[in-house]
Nanobody
Framework: QVQLVESGGGLVQAGGSLKLSCAASGRTFSRYTMAWFRQAPGKEREFVAA????????NYADSVKGRFTISRDNAKNTVYLQMNSLKPEDTAVYYCAADTTARPSYVLRSDYDDWGQGTQVTVSS
């Protein structure tokens, strides 16, 4: 099991930026596909972005493409989500997730084995 701890959330005005971090435990972090999901009040948890174990391949939800960037530092066991041009509709709890079994898909909650506790992002208009 991988322990994941998110940080970096907060309150920001529309058009602003935030950078989320997710620190992972364990010595095999570099083997995992990592992702960010988010859940707004009253809505389902949705895929935001994913990054391959090497960092070479990244994928984004259409709603954040061009504004958000996922990255990772395997030496620090950390994955990041840089969020720019934030909109009020980006308000949600953001969760970090790890796929420890190398599944071929990456957009479903069921594609991931371990989750962090989440960090709140609030974007004011």
């Amino acid at each position: 099991q991988v322990q994941l701890v998110e940080s970096g959330g907060g309150l920001v005005q529309a058009g602003g930026s935030l950078k989320l971090s997710c620190a992972a435990s364990g010595r095999t972090f570099s083997r995992y596909t990592m992702a960010w999901f988010r859940q707004a009040p009253g809505k389902e948890r949705e895929f935001v972005a994913a990054i391959s174990w090497s960092g070479i391949s990244t994928n984004y939800a259409d709603s954040v493409k061009g504004r958000f960037t996922i990255s990772r530092d395997n030496a620090k066991n950390t994955v990041y989500l840089q969020m720019n041009s934030l909109k009020p509709e980006d308000t949600a709890v953001y969760y970090c997730a790890a796929d420890t079994t190398a599944r071929p898909s990456y957009v479903l909650r069921s594609d991931y084995d371990d989750w962090g506790q989440g960090t709140q992002v609030t974007v004011s208009s």
